[in-house]
């Protein structure tokens, strides 16, 4: 009993802990009670937010409840089923707190509110549109890459249309020399057909039967020198090395100008090199014999004072017009800079050709931006009158001046009436463009500034008729054979004095890299001849003849050197690339590029140096063994790779050579170590 009575003392204590939380507790449920009596009291409206506030309260008294069943002592079970004894060991009574029951707000609400309509039933139609299913969303195909264009497409872009459509011509194609008064098949005058038989030319070749009916058109008016209100269409021509491009164009220019009177700067020729300009003077002359025509040159290889005296008939005297002594100018593009720049009275402004031999390489130079500059002249927009240029009235008097007829508002002695009826007057320059490979660069076809261009292309019959096909890619002679050998760079010369030897390559043209590689080849091949010991089988070794030719020689050594190889009496020329363009040596049967050419454009116009004007030639590539994948992927690239063969050369090859060379380079190298 005293632990029972200790208990139920200690329980009232307990309590007496816990009253606050009961005593706010009572306090909130009576505030919610008036609450809950002052909302039933407004209307409808408010019918929902007392329900919402029951369902508070609801939540509320829970957690209230559940408070205070977790204040409450702990209790044991102990005994029977009905008693427990809290942790004082008091027995207490299993009652449970019973949870309030919640009342359904909204059937009060419904009648509560009895005013309130019942929404109208819903018609059939609605029913059926509510029970059908909703349409499906329509269904979009997933993304996809778009095909890529093809080749020919991207090829394309940009590209000249003229040049899509470009002549092919068969390079087998051969027309004999008519007789007779007229040719309607070339246009050639009865006294150019005459000339070319006596230079022994009794047949021309591809580009020329194609070019000539062009340049010389049956209407003779289409042959005037001066054409302002009809100009002539310009020319591309693309064309392997040694098929006649440079015979193509200096008999339509000898042809159209031997019917000039007074002597003017009528055309105008742009080469790459001193070489080559002395080769296309010498073309102009033989053709040109007897016409009265004359033929100048400018290159630098002469002071700047000369080419002025034998350029310009009268500097002294301020000509708008111009003044020359000469019908044709063959020169490169920096000394043509040079006397538009510093040579009074120096005029393009009579031109009617303008010819850039090897244009890609041309093209390629941006020296004083001479295109640009040369163009220019050709126009009258960069000419005034000389009362704008220096500010001087001058007396309306004769003057020996004399303008192209595109130029003749510029006059100071004849004013010029202009009326709604006047023509434009253009240049009459007809620009020619040879090369072996036609840019489809459109910035290069646009600074060229063509009018209405033609394009000629010649290709062999054997390979697919379509420009797009040929159009920056590379021609070679169909009579060409190509070989490469693949050796160790210390082998290269013992290579080369293989292929001399065995296998008879002589009247042959050897490329090197640099002008210092040339003069230390040939020095070698000199003490390898002069140690050389007789075979038992061949017995006394011949003797070859070798010569350097490269840009450390002056020009009049330059030229007795190519005098003694066209006269055979040098049976190999080892030169750098200076000559690896147009110049033409009929008797060339050999090329070997000793070093490997940097691009496709160099192997061109290297191995173009054999296998001219239908002659059969053989071209010979010695390629290190480090440089092997370069230029196979350079020949795989330009589509040229399986025509190259290979050739292999054992060591038992070599061996009989092979004393010979040792004693050779301790012979050079004593020579090149000598102070």
Not at 238 to 244: D, I, L, N
Request: net charge neutral; glycine share 4%.
């Amino acid at each position: 009993m005293t632990e029972i009575g200790e208990g139920r003392q200690s329980m009232p204590s307990e309590a007496q802990g816990k009253t606050k939380a009961k005593k706010r507790y009572l306090r909130r449920k009576k505030e919610r009670r008036k609450h809950k009596k002052a909302a039933t009291s407004k209307g409808d409206k408010n019918v929902k937010v007392a329900e919402s506030s029951n369902v508070t309260d609801s939540e509320e008294e829970e957690e209230e409840q559940d408070s205070v069943v977790t204040d409450s002592p702990v209790v044991r079970f102990e005994g029977g089923e009905g008693s427990q004894k809290t942790s004082e060991g008091v027995d207490v009574h299993d009652e449970r707190p019973k949870k309030r029951r919640k009342v359904d707000q909204s059937e009060d609400a419904k009648e509560a509110t009895p005013h309130e309509h019942s929404p109208e039933p819903l018609t059939s139609e609605v029913t059926d549109r509510l029970k059908s299913p909703l349409p499906a969303l329509p269904s979009f195909p997933l993304p996809i890459h778009p095909n890529a264009p093809s080749k020919r497409d991207l090829a394309l872009q940009g590209l000249d249309p003229a040049l899509v459509h470009a002549d092919i011509v068969d390079s087998s194609t051969v027309l004999p020399i008519a007789d007779g008064e007229e040719d309607e098949s070339t246009g050639l005058t009865e006294r150019t057909r005459k000339r070319l038989k006596d230079l022994g030319i009794s047949e021309l070749f591809a580009v020329q039967t194609a070019l000539l009916p062009f340049l010389l058109p049956p209407d003779v008016t289409q042959r005037s020198l001066y054409l302002s209100y009809a100009p002539p269409r310009d020319v591309c021509v693309s064309a392997p090395t040694g098929s006649g491009k440079t015979l193509a164009y200096v008999l339509p220019i000898v042809d159209i100008l031997s019917s000039r009177i007074v002597t003017r700067l009528r055309a105008l020729v742009v080469l790459p090199t001193r070489d080559l300009v002395t080769q296309v003077r010498e073309t102009f002359e033989a053709v040109s014999k007897g016409r009265g025509l004359k033929i100048g040159t400018a290159t630098g290889q002469h002071s700047f004072t000369h080419e002025q005296t034998q350029l310009i008939a009268d500097g002294s005297t301020r000509l708008q017009g111009g003044s020359s002594k000469v019908d044709i100018l063959i020169c490169t593009p920096g000394r043509l800079i040079d006397h538009l720049n510093g040579t009074p009275n120096f005029s393009l402004q009579h031109l009617r050709f303008l010819v850039i031999d090897e244009a890609d390489r041309l093209l390629a130079q941006t020296f004083q931006g001479w295109l640009a500059q040369v163009l220019s002249a050709t126009r009258t927009s960069h000419l005034q009158s000389l009362s704008a240029v220096d500010g001087v009235d001058r007396p309306h008097h004769p003057s020996p001046d004399a303008l192209s007829p595109v130029s003749l508002h510029l006059s100071t002695e004849f004013p010029e009436f202009h009326t709604d009826l006047d023509e434009k007057k253009e240049s009459s320059c007809q620009k020619l463009l040879f090369s072996a490979t036609l840019t489809r660069d459109p910035g290069k076809i646009a600074a060229l500034e063509l009018r209405d261009p033609r394009y000629f292309i010649v290709k062999s019959g054997a390979e697919k008729a379509d420009a797009l096909d040929v159009v920056e890619k590379f021609t070679i002679p169909a009579t060409l054979k190509e070989q490469m050998i693949v050796c160790d760079s210390a082998q290269k010369p013992l290579m080369l004095f293989y292929l001399v030897y065995t296998h008879n390559v002589t009247n042959a043209l050897v490329f090197t890299k640099s002008a210092e590689s040339t003069t230390r080849l040939v020095r070698l091949f000199e003490f390898f001849q002069s140690v050389r010991q007789p075979s038992e089988d061949q017995g006394e070794p011949r003797r070859v003849v070798i010569q350097s030719y490269s840009s450390d020689s002056p020009p009049s050594e330059r030229k007795s050197l190519l005098e003694r190889f066209k006269g055979k009496e040098i049976h190999i020329l080892v030169a750098s690339d200076l000559i690896s363009r147009g110049i033409d040596i009929s008797h060339v049967s050999h090329v070997v590029s000793y070093d490997v050419p940097v691009d496709m454009r160099k192997y061109v116009h290297r191995v173009g140096r054999t296998a001219r004007a239908g002659r059969m030639g053989e071209a010979w590539t010695l390629v290190e063994e480090q440089e092997a994948r370069y230029f196979k992927s350079m020949l795989k690239v330009a589509d040229h790779l399986e025509k190259v063969k290979r050739l292999r050369v054992s060591e038992k090859d070599l061996a009989p050579l092979l004393p010979s060379y040792e004693l050779a380079l301790r012979q050079l190298k004593e020579a090149y170590s000598r102070p």
